[in-house]
């Protein structure tokens, strides 16, 4: 069993950062890609970046340039800094591991959510 436990959501004005973290727990073997995603209501998950074990990132368009994705392998542990940010990036933020459970068990992997608002 893997458990993600997100923190670091809350309220921030336009312009402002946020850190979230998002941590695995639980018998496993290694960690793959990591991620975080985002939903609205009414809309559907929508990638936000991914990192590679080795580092290698991933960001959606309306990210770029505004948050930063990294990880600490030995903490097994996942960081999303989030930089200007504006009113349309409010949302559930969930994390997500693909995780090696054995030698041929893998399992894709979501945390509970935590929300982000930008508001003034």
């Known amino acids: 069993q893997v458990q993600l436990v997100e923190s670091g959501g809350g309220l921030v004005q336009p312009g402002g950062s946020l850190r979230l973290s998002c941590a695995a727990s639980?018998?496993?073997?290694?960690?793959?890609?990591m991620g975080w995603y985002r939903q609205t209501p009414g809309k559907e998950r929508e990638l936000v970046a991914t990192i590679s074990r080795g580092s290698t990132t991933n960001y959606a368009d309306s990210v770029q340039g505004r948050f930063t994705i990294s990880r600490d392998n030995a903490r097994n542990t996942v960081y999303l800094q989030m930089n200007s940010l504006k009113p349309e990036d409010t949302a559930v933020y969930y994390c997500n591991a693909v995780v090696q459970r054995s030698n041929w068990d893998w399992s894709n992997d979501w945390g509970q959510g935590t929300q982000v608002t930008v508001s003034s």
């Open positions: 639980g018998s496993f073997f290694s960690i793959d890609a």
